[in-house]
């Protein structure tokens, strides 16, 4: 078993209220040399919370740390840290329409798995 570290990427359409939803997960385990994530903007839950909201642009936003953790060529500099360092990035703390949760710690003897499991406990719908 691997200790590993996630965070959840909240969305939060209209930051001055602070309202959010689940929308992705971040996933580094240093043992593994493994930097993931997964991403699901749920459209019916932003247009709930901010109806003017622009879906493309959360989408766009939500990819981007996508690509960040894969390295993306798109991904610019911090594609090109290393694994902790682009994690320790995405997780810090910031005032936009898409954001970290603090960091949680488990164990895991796969961390893409724990990613997939991460992702349906936290962020897809339920049911």
Known sequence: MNTYEYAVLRVVPRVERGEAFNAGVLVYCRQRDYLGSRVHLDLDRLRALDPTADPVAVAWALQAAADVCAAAQVAGAA???ALGSR???????????????????????????????LLALLVLPLG
Do not use: I
């Open 87 to 117: 994690f320790r990035w995405l997780t810090a703390p910031r005032s936009t329409v898409v954001q970290p949760s603090p960091v949680h710690t488990g164990l895991t003897a796969d961390p893409d798995a724990e990613a997939d499991r």
């Open 79 to 81: 594609g090109r840290e």
